[in-house]
């Protein structure tokens, strides 16, 4: 979904994310260490990314982030999806931050944080929830310390457990 959406929070800023950004996040994601942690493991093509970007900016139920290092650096992306207003709740998830330095750890924990602020605030929503593979053991941390909760898991068609979790708004 186009929107305006941007928060400076700590250390990072969340901004919408453009298409020449997409294409970073691409190429992030594509990496074997990366894609192994998303349900689609295929390695995504630049011009299946611009189809993906133009179908996104016409969702409505769909918002994509860039974040931005205190230094203005693109570090990665993060989004809330399946915007239910009905519900107030939506998906948190495609978070994905590209570390140079241990200075920039934690970054994560802060895109959730800010993002968590950004679906109450501006969305007006009440939970959000995720999906984590059980051996991603960095992301369930930060999920952690962002303030999710486990809820519950369960198994996927490949056998690998999933878990569930939750971050209400206050």
Same mark, same amino acid.
């Given at each position: 979904m186009k929107h305006n959406y941007n928060i400076k929070y700590k250390r990072i800023e969340l901004k919408p994310m453009s298409l020449m950004e997409s294409e970073i996040y691409r190429k992030m994601r594509? #990496? =074997?260490s990366? #894609?192994?942690w998303f349900k689609s493991k295929e390695i995504i093509s630049k011009e299946a990314q611009e189809q993906w970007y133009k179908e996104y900016v016409g #969702? &409505?139920?769909?918002?994509m982030f860039s974040i931005f290092s205190k230094e203005g650096e693109f570090v990665g992306g993060v989004s809330v999806y399946d915007i239910d207003q009905n519900k107030k =709740?939506?998906?948190?998830? #495609?978070?994905?931050?590209?570390? &140079?330095?241990t200075e920039q750890k934690g970054l994560g924990v802060e895109a959730a944080e800010a993002i968590s602020i950004i679906a109450k605030k501006e969305l007006d929503l009440q939970i959000l929830r995720l999906?984590?593979?059980?051996e991603n053991l960095a992301a369930i941390k930060t999920y952690l310390r962002s303030g999710f909760v486990y809820? &519950?898991?369960?198994?996927d068609m490949d056998g690998n457990v999933?878990? &569930?979790?939750?971050?209400?708004l206050e």
């Open positions: 594509n #990496r =074997e990366v #894609r192994k #969702r &409505k139920n769909d918002i =709740e939506a998906e948190f998830g #495609r978070l994905l931050i590209e570390c &140079k330095s999906e984590v593979y059980e809820v &519950k898991q369960d198994t999933i878990v &569930k979790m939750v971050k209400r």
